[in-house]
């Protein structure tokens, strides 16, 4: 069974910065291309980032774009999200999310497109 369990949210000043990871366990990690999400109060889930089966290509939301790295860690099961000039408008829960299918792309970015996601971390960002 594949299990996704974030940490590192937490609370920052505005122009702080966070480390996001997210530990997989339950299958061959390095198969398949991994996402983050979030979603603010009263608002829908949306697309942050993804990465790759083999990490060579990335993609993010053009509200995180050059503040935001995406990174994974075959040898841990890890991916992580490295946040910096953080923005009261970043504040929400952010989920990590994996697929079905191996050996993709990081070019879904549909909530629809992910099949399992973790419980989610806190982001709270500080005017």
């Known amino acids: 069974q594949v299990q996704l369990v974030e940490s590192g949210g937490g609370l920052v000043q505005a122009g702080g910065s966070l480390r996001l990871s997210c530990a997989a366990s339950?299958?061959?990690?390095?198969?398949?291309?991994m996402g983050w999400f979030r979603q603010a109060p009263g608002k829908e889930r949306e697309f942050v980032s993804a990465?790759?089966?083999?990490?060579?290509?990335?993609r993010y939301a053009d509200s995180v774009k050059g503040r935001s790295t995406i990174s994974r860690d075959n040898t841990k099961n890890t991916v992580t999200l490295q946040m910096n000039s953080l923005k009261p408008e970043d504040t929400a829960v952010y989920y990590c999310?994996?697929?079905?299918?191996?050996?993709?792309?990081?070019?879904?970015?549909?909530?629809?497109?992910?099949?399992?996601w973790g419980q989610g971390t806190q982001v709270t960002v500080s005017s």
């Open positions: 990465i790759s089966w083999t990490g060579g290509s990335t």
């Open positions: 999310a994996t697929r079905r299918i191996k050996f993709t792309t990081a070019q879904a970015t549909a909530v629809g497109d992910y099949d399992y």
């Open positions: 339950g299958r061959t990690f390095s198969n398949y291309a």
